[in-house]
């Protein structure tokens, strides 16, 4: 199966910060990656596909990029509403897709 | 607008079964595959199988394989997960989420709003 390492598991920054989160995968995957926000007591939602297209409604400040095994996610002017757990999913391997362990993010 | 609504919050003992429906409406059900996700508390999401919608075709994680079946019913635009032989690491969130079906790389769109399943004697 096809591994992802997130990194960091947890960080704390400022309204406004520059974020970045990235993804490890085990193998290369090309870029069939997302990225979802999942916020206490709610489903994940889709932030980014296929490694660097931001999903309709989703704020310009996110974006993503990479491909092959290491992909990043970076918020640029962090805002209140973007606390929660960032996960990264891989849609490479036919139909068996696994999620990274997660990026709790908090805002100081 | 799109929505999948889910079946509510299940107890059950250790050994039973569990069925949990999945109800779409908003889009044409049979243009996205339907895909099961559990999380335990704390913990990543875990895909757990998918169906095609349109032909009934299922495939499943090999964690799960032996204990879980997805159906579908075309007529009622919903999907139904039903996992068996629960135990206590099946206390866990369940959702249901959607993916166009055909294509490489299709992310989960849009999610359910998550089925509670406890397992406690």
Redesign the interface.
Known sequence: DIQLTQSPSFLSASVGDRVTITCRASQGI???L?W?QQKPGK????LI??ASTL?SGVPSRFSGSGSGTEFTLTITGLQPEDFGTY?C?Q??T?????????TKVEIK | QVQLVQSGAELKKPGASVKVSCKTSGYTFTDYAI?WVRQAPGQ????MG?INTGTGAT?F?QRFQGRVSIARDKSASTAYLELSSLNSEDTAMF?C?RALTYG??????Y????TLVTVSS
């Open positions: 090309s870029s069939f997302a979802y489903a994940p939602e889709l596909y296929d999903q996960y999913q849609l490479n036919y139909r068996m897709y696994t999620f990274g362990q997660g | 895909h990543r999401p875990e895909w998918w495939k994680s959702y989420a490489s790389g299709k992310p989960f769109d999610w359910g709003q998550g």
